[in-house]
């Protein structure tokens, strides 16, 4: 009898360990509260409003100073005498225009932070297990896998479960007969996480789920440009009215990014970047990076510079070079996409093709042929 009582409640005990380790671990519990501002001295909804507006124009007096100071001639796209000669817009226009455009965004970003719900913090943690969970549900499938490989996972669990007992659970089906924990209201043992689960679920939570929004982002932000963009070159209405103003800077420089018809600014990027923000499901701290992201890619696209140190022209093949194609009376009909990928134009044969050297090199000698004649006009007067 007394060999009997050992035995059962040494199985009970197996099977106690066995429930343990094959139930999955319980969720947190978790209570929300109102996410604090990032910088103590300003609400993030006035950050959000007014941050994307000071990259723009942080990166445009960088290259502003550039210019001005002529501090890399050897990078330039196009010579001083090209800005001054064949610009059809004057500088002071220019800004005008842009700061119009940015009020106007400004104003649409505000409506999008009322109408997002408040953001809150404290359900990280619950988020991060949701993850770790799906995470140990998944590896009931890796025995079945490597089973169609011609490998027997519990075989190779047991041979290493004592050296590396996680990777053995791993091979099991997510089976961690040690891992368990005290439940603080219950004071039971309960299943617990590996620590690469948890490591790995916080990967894909803060990582990965936001880099996929931003590509998402991205990919709704280019196609509306794209399409917007060229039927504002195909509709001869839209661009007489509308596009021809972005396109009196034939030679583009930094600032000049925005310089839009306000009917134009509000549908091409505006509204693009709000489609892309909401499509994405962004937060609104998500959103004001992005926001600032493609603010600053803007501008660099516009800067007149092929810098071979600019990160942001070598992140894609979208970039200042790229884009001033655009800009001339060659190339007005191609080269539409920004402004992050070139996917369209290479989809729908919109992209240039052939060299360009001999035609930047036809007006930049057109455009100091014309200082030289201006001149000795003033010479002779």
Not at 74 to 102: F, G
Not at 371 to 377: D, L, T
Request: hydrophobic fraction near 45%.
């Amino acid at each position: 009898m007394g060999f009997t009582d050992i035995t059962t409640g040494r199985t009970m005990a197996m099977m106690a360990n066995t429930t343990i380790a094959s139930a999955l671990p319980p969720l947190p519990a978790y209570e929300t509260r109102p996410l604090p501002d990032l910088l103590p001295w300003i609400s993030d909804f006035w950050l959000s409003l007014i941050v994307p507006h000071i990259a723009y124009w942080v990166v445009s007096m960088f290259f502003h100073i550039i210019d001005t100071y002529d501090l890399f001639p050897q990078y330039r796209l196009h010579t001083p005498e090209e800005i001054s000669q064949r610009n059809l817009a004057s500088r002071y226009e220019v800004a005008r225009d842009v700061l119009l455009e940015q009020a106007i965004q400004i104003g649409t970003s505000a409506v999008l932070n009322l109408l997002d719900d408040q953001q809150v913090t404290g359900h990280e943690d619950y988020e991060v297990a949701v993850w770790a969970t799906r995470i140990r549900l998944a590896q009931r499938g890796l025995p079945t896998i490597l089973g169609l490989v011609g490998l027997n996972a519990g075989a190779l669990s047991k041979t290493i479960a004592g050296s590396y007992p996680l990777l053995a659970g791993a091979l099991a089906g997510g089976f961690y007969p040690s891992l368990f924990e005290l439940d603080d209201m219950a004071g039971t043992a309960v299943p617990a996480f590996a620590s690469w689960e948890i490591l790995l679920a916080k990967f894909i939570y803060w990582i990965v789920l936001p880099g996929l929004k931003f590509c998402l982002a991205a990919f709704v932000l280019d196609s509306w440009q794209y399409l917007w963009h060229r039927a504002m070159h195909m509709n001869k209405w839209m661009y007489t009215k509308w596009h021809a103003r972005h396109h009196r800077l034939y030679v583009p420089y930094a600032y000049g990014a925005l310089y839009n018809h306000p009917v134009e600014g509000f549908v091409l990027d505006t509204l693009g970047a709000a489609i892309a923000y909401k499509c994405a499901f962004m937060t609104s701290r998500e959103g004001m990076l992005f926001f600032v992201g493609s603010m600053m890619k803007t501008v660099d696209d516009h800067c007149g510079y092929a810098l071979p140190w600019d990160p942001l022209q070598h992140i894609t093949s979208n970039n200042a070079a790229y884009h001033d194609i655009h800009h001339q009376s060659w190339g007005i009909k191609t080269n539409f996409s920004q402004p992050f990928f070139t996917t369209w134009d290479r989809i729908l044969g919109t992209m240039w093709k052939g060299d360009t050297s001999i035609k930047y090199e036809r007006t930049r000698t057109a455009a100091a042929n014309k200082k030289g004649v201006k001149s000795e006009e003033l010479k002779h007067e």
